[in-house]
Each structure stands twice: as C-alpha cells, then as structure tokens.
C-alpha cells in the first residue's frame, strides 16, 4: 500500500501529461479497430464539451463531483488508506441531503440549505468511518470493507427512499422544498438552463480545505505520519487507530459532498438506482492521475469529467459507443501506474537533450 | 396440516435452498480459486470482478457464434474455452504491468476492472449492432443428474442435480489444493509469495512463476464469469456480473487463501443470496424489506472478517513486486 502512496505523491508532471495522449491514442487505436473513424469522434466530442454555453455549464456540472471524490480517495491515499468506497459515501450523502431537502420544511434558504449540505456530509464521512473504525480496531482490510459498504449504502438508501420519500408512482422521492435548492437559477438561465450549481465552489473550496488540513495543520501532519510510516508514527506516539478512523471520516465527508450536490444542485430528487452512480470509481482515477495534490486533482477531474460529459456527444455524432472513453480512462490510469512504460517511450526525448547538451 | 407433510414441505425446501445455492456459489469458487493462485505467488488481484466480466462477455460471445454455426449442444462448451481465452488476455494486461513494469498491483488491477467494463460492452455495440446485452442464448447448460445418486430423498435434489459447471468448480478445488500443496510447482509458487528472494537465491524463477500465476488467475476467473452467463442470464451486459468478482475476492480473504477455506467461504456467500428467496416462504421473515435481504450478503460479510474468524494472514510478499536489485 505504501507504494500506492509513493506512485501518488511522485511530483511528475511529464508522466500524467504522456500517458493522457498515449490513452487518446489506444482509443483511437480501439475505435480504428471497431470500424470508427477516431477523428471524427474526437472532434465531436469536443465539439460537445465546448459547443455551446449550455454545454460549458453542464460539462462543469459534470466535472464538480469527481473533483470531491478525487479529494476524498486522495485525503485517504495520503494517510496510507485505499479508499474504493467514496461510490458508497456519495450514495449516503445524497440520501442525508435528500432527507433534509424533503423532511424539513419552513426554514429560509439561509439555514436549510446549510442543514442539508452539513447532514449529507456526516452521512458520508459516518459511513467513510465505518471502514475506517473496522480497520483500526478489527483489521479488516479497508479496500474490502469499502467495496461491501458500497453496496450496502446502494441498497439502504434505495430502502430509505422507497420507504419514506418515495413520489407515489415514481421510481424516485419527492422534489426538495425550494429552500434546500443550491441551483444558481440566474446563472443556469443565462447557459440556456444548465444545472449550474453553488457546489461548484464549495467544491474548490475543499480542495483548499484539503492542502490546508493536511499541511498546515498538526492533525494533518499526524495523519501523513502515519501514511508515511505507520511504525514510526506510533514510536513517535501518535494515536494511529485514532488517526486512520478520523481520515476515512474526513474523506468520507468529501465523497459524502459530491453526492450532496448531486441532489441538491443539479437533480433535486434522488432515483431508486439498481447501481450506484460511478463518481466514486472514477475518483480513483481522478486523484491518481492529479497525483494526489488538490491541483492536479481539479485539472484531473476537469479532464475526466469533461471527457466523460463528452462521449455523448460521440454517439451522438460520430455514433461511436460512449463505453470507449472508459477505455481511454482506464488506459490513462494504466499509463500513469505503470510509469515504466512511459519512461520507456521517453527515453529517445531523453537521449536527445543529453546530446544536445554534450555538443 | 399433519406434522409428517410440514417436515416434508420443508425439506423439500430445503433442499431447494442447498440446491440455489450451489448455482450461486460457482461462480464464487472459480473467482475465489482465481485469486488464490494470484495472491499466493505474491500479486493482489483486485481485479477478479474485471476478469469475471470479460469472461461473461466471452463466453456470451464465443456460445453464441457457435450455435449459429450448429454446433447445438456443444455451444456452451465453446463458450467455456473462448471465455479462459479472452480472460486470459487480460490477466496478461495485468501481469505485464505487475510483474514487469512493476506498477502498483491495486491500481492495475482497478485498471484491470475499468477496462474489462468499457471493452466488453463497447465489444458488445460493436458485434450487435449497438444492442446493449448479447444475443440470448438458446442453448446453455442444463443441470445434470447424477445417476442413482440424485435419486436420493431431498439429498439426491439438494446436491446431484446441479450444472456441470458446479462439478468442474468442485473438481477444480481439490485439483487447486493438490497442486499447491503436493507439488514442487506448488511450493515454488507460495514460497515466491512468502520470500521472494529465498526464492530467487534457491533458482525458483521468480518473475516466470507470477506469470504464470497471474495468467492461472485469469483463466478461473474468466470460468466463473462464464459460469453466469451459461447457467443463469443466458446472455451478457453490463450489470451481468454487478459486484461477483469483489464476492469472490472476500470468500478468498475469508477462507484464508485455501482452496478449501475459501469454498466454504463461497458457499456461505451464495448461501447468502439463496436466503434471499428462500426467506420470502416463511410468515416472519416474508415482511422483511427486500432492500435488507439484498444487503445480507454484504452485511455478513464485513461482520464475519470483523468478527470470529480472527485476522486472517495474507501471503508475506503479497502487493510487493519482485526487485532482484533491492536488498
């Protein structure tokens, strides 16, 4: 696990750089092998991202959860934890939210958003401690009892949704009040009604929450301790159990906000879904990729999201399956953990500059 | 309703229950028997589920081009190889990375679950004509009735009467506690795991026996994806698998990396999701919320590795790559 760690802290830029066009080209490569024409896709994929003010707002819509989950599977990294369950920690922050957003009524705007943003935070940061508790005090491995909680979050709140906010004839709950409502309505109306939503800026908020907490703070310098050398932070003594419950909690609290604004500020209800929505997953790839840093982070999750928001368009236009952009994902992250591969194609850029320094 | 026919009624369900449960298990022990192999020579294999699901989709596949071409009763058989063959392609992406490339073995196997996802359905749009699951398939695997056997009272229903898949997954377990426990193969394999560079200064070579393992991993795994599809969707998209392969992973965990332990393990889980309609036959559980009964599996799961089995010891050199330079 350390060497997780160590692949995610490596302060290289080139790598992530190389290995997001090597991944675009084994798309291309994969859709030459389908029988599409990549440049076509390519181009229409862009073409969705950018085509239109509407477009812009919704690729940013897209964008914002994976920049929280990346933070949260990052925050976990850091302090030598695998977080694969921020899917499960979204799902119950988007059911804390949807809860409040409902149940609660005749509060201002001021107040009951707040309430419901804050519920569905500790709704996902409980369920990040979780994890965090049975591996500090059972040592069951984290990256399984994530994956189970996953699926046990799915089906409880699909519980919590059927029975007591179900719509009557709806495979979904009630709308929230208004007054839980995180929608910039002037903003979504000027971008031609994209769900445009104040979670945007909450969420490049955390990611400074997220440098200042872990470095400019004693508890973060704790928690990293104890990611960097778990021995040698409890000879140092420092409360390692203590330590791993309260990171899963914090990044539970950071996937637990992706799935609040998912509710609150672009759908206003919350489905009973057969699978969960895949954020999670994908902040894996976000915060490798961001090499676990809240910059590289956002511009990963900018990546990622707007790809991802693209690839409709590529069915769409170029009538290529979307299913390819997880392959370009999938590549990319292969690339960057593989740094050797990447190394290897570089070495004839390497043997050149050393030449032309020689000359 | 004399006492004699409740007895009856329910061992009849009983064994219904057992019989289930073997379905459900299968795919479990191949995954879990997969990821044995894997992790005992030292490489976690996380990504059983993607292995799981690129054999599904091939089995899917491979089944279904050979019933076009008539091949009747035989189809599924097809569909059994072209799935270890296509999982094995993967498990190979994996090794590569791993063992080669060094790369982390719990990001290569994400990639592993990621690429398994978009390739096979992307695969399926392009086969099919942008059709979101496989063709169903006419001809997939009946269960077997063991001669003379299966006529035994509730036993014979509970426990010989099952797909022959279930009996390759059985066989294949003794056959996996033979080779790593009797064999020279075996001992080269779990020392590679335990001291990799014992293992290196002895002449065991160290890299070539990963690969192999890996590759191993990749072939029982791509089996118990097939295994869902030719015994109990009939066809492949992309919820077919839904969370199998992680399953498999815990059975693995929780039986200790032992062939044996683990198929426990596995029983125990597809037990779990048998319950699930056995449970609606009976007045005081039939009100159970269905959402519960879905969670049980999961739910036990984390209660059993939280619980009494006491910590379970992985193989020393496990998620570490082998580094001939390092000291």
């Known amino acids: 696990m350390n060497k997780v760690v160590r692949v995610f802290t490596s302060d290289s830029a080139i790598n992530p750089i190389v290995a997001i066009i090597l991944g675009l080209l084994f798309g291309a490569l994969v859709m030459l092998a389908g029988g599409y024409n990549p440049i076509e896709a390519y181009s229409s994929l862009f073409a969705r991202i950018f085509g239109s003010s509407y477009d812009i707002g919704e690729a940013i819509r897209a964008i914002t959860p994976l920049i929280l989950t990346g933070l949260s599977v990052a925050f976990a990294f850091r302090t030598g934890l695998f977080n694969i369950g921020a899917e499960g920690q979204v799902v119950m922050g988007m059911t804390g939210a949807t809860l409040i957003g409902v149940k609660v009524t005749g509060l201002p705007w001021i107040i009951h958003a707040p309430l419901a943003v804050i519920v569905g935070a500790l709704f996902g940061g409980l369920w990040g401690a979780i994890a965090g508790y049975l591996k500090a005090k059972r040592g069951v491995n984290e990256v399984i009892t994530t994956i189970m909680l996953n699926w046990i979050a799915l089906f409880l709140s699909n519980y919590i949704v059927n029975a007591f906010l179900l719509e009557p004839k709806q495979q979904r709950s009630y709308m929230i009040q208004d007054s839980a409502s995180l929608s910039i309505d002037w903003l979504s109306n000027l971008l031609n009604h994209a769900r445009v939503h104040w979670g945007t800026l909450i969420a490049l908020l955390a990611a400074v929450a997220f440098y200042i907490i872990l470095m400019k703070t004693k508890q973060g310098f704790e928690l990293r301790a104890v990611g960097h050398n778990i021995d040698a932070a409890k000879y140092a003594g420092m409360n390692v159990n203590r330590n791993m419950i309260k990171a899963m909690f914090i990044s539970g609290i950071f996937a637990g906000l992706a799935g609040v604004f998912e509710i609150l500020g672009v759908f206003h209800y919350q489905v009973v879904a057969a699978a969960s929505p895949g954020y999670g997953f994908d902040g894996v790839a976000v915060s490798l990729l961001g090499a676990n840093n809240p910059v590289g982070i956002v511009l990963g999750a900018a990546l990622f999201g707007g790809l991802t928001y693209g690839s409709a368009g590529m069915s769409f236009g170029a009538d290529v399956p979307p299913e390819i952009i997880r392959i370009v994902i999938g590549s990319v992250i292969f690339f960057v953990a593989t740094q050797g591969i990447v190394k290897w194609i570089l070495i004839p850029f390497y043997g050149k500059r050393k030449k032309e320094r020689a000359s | ?327």
């Open chain 2, 1 to 327: 309703m004399d006492l004699l026919s409740m007895i009856n009624a329910f061992l009849t369900k009983f064994s219904e229950l057992i019989n289930t449960t073997l379905v459900y298990s299968t795919a479990l022990i191949f995954g879990a028997l997969g990821g044995i192999f894997s992790e005992r020579s030292g490489v976690v294999n996380i990504g059983i589920e993607g292995l799981m699901v690129s054999g599904a989709f091939a089995s899917a596949v491979g089944a279904y081009y050979a019933e076009e071409a008539n091949m009747g009763m035989w189809s599924p058989w097809i569909g059994l190889l072209t799935a270890m063959v296509f999982a094995l392609i993967f498990a190979l992406i994996h090794a590569v990375a791993t063992i080669t490339f060094k790369a982390d073995q719990v990001i290569s196997g994400v990639v592993i679950n990621f690429l398994a996802a978009g390739v096979t359905v992307y695969l399926v749009k392009v086969l099919f004509n942008g059709a979101g699951q496989t063709e169903t398939l006419n001809n997939v695997f009946g269960k077997w009735e063991i001669p003379l056997l299966s006529k035994i009272p509730y036993i014979g229903y509970a426990f010989f009467t099952a797909y022959p898949t279930t009996y390759i997954a059985l066989i294949l377990v003794a056959v996996t506690w033979f080779v790593l426990f009797k064999t020279p193969f075996g001992l080269r394999l779990r020392s590679v795991g335990e001291h990799p560079s014992a293992a290196d200064t002895v002449g065991i070579k160290v890299k070539r026996i990963r690969y192999i393992a890996v590759l191993i991993s990749g072939i029982f795994a791509g089996l118990g994806g097939a295994t869902i599809t030719l015994t109990t969707t009939s066809s492949f998209s992309h919820n077919t698998i839904s969370g199998q392969g992680f399953i498999a992973m815990a059975a693995m965990i929780f039986g200790k990396w032992h062939p044996v332990g683990a198929m426990g393990a596995a029983v125990f889980f597809g037990m779990a999701q048998a319950l699930n309609n056995f449970m609606r036959l009976f007045d005081f559980s039939k009100n159970i919320p269905q959402e519960f009964l879905y969670m049980l599996p999961y739910v036990l799961t984390i209660l059993v590795l939280a619980g009494a089995v006491g910590r379970a010891k992985a193989p020393s050199a496990l998620g570490e790559p082998y580094d001939p330079g390092k000291r």
